[in-house]
């Protein structure tokens, strides 16, 4: 697998992981235990995490041999 494909890999990944914080958003909008609610805001903050580091990835991925690309500190060795 290339480079490139991997991007496609993790670009897939993120929308995947962004519908599914707009489910789960949606449901805490109409949530009402307290208990439930606080659930779902921990699940949304997990999955943002998760989120913003697949779209990070699939930069870093898709341009890791353009020359004069500045990688993410937090990517590399």
């Known amino acids: 697998m290339t480079l490139a494909e991997l991007s496609l890999e993790y670009r897939a990944h993120a929308h ?7 489910q789960l958003e949606y449901l805490l909008e109409r949530a009402e235990d307290p208990d439930r609610r606080g659930q ?14 697949a779209r990070e990835l699939a930069v870093l991925t898709e341009r890791y041999y353009d020359r ?7 990517y590399t060795i």
Do not use: H, P
Not at 42 to 52: G, H
Not at 68 to 74: F, I, L, M, P, T
């Open 68 to 74: 004069g690309y500045r990688r993410n500190a937090k």
């Open 40 to 53: 779902l805001q921990d699940r949304i903050r997990m999955l943002s995490t998760m989120l913003r580091e």
């Open 16 to 22: 995947n992981l962004d519908l599914r914080i707009c």
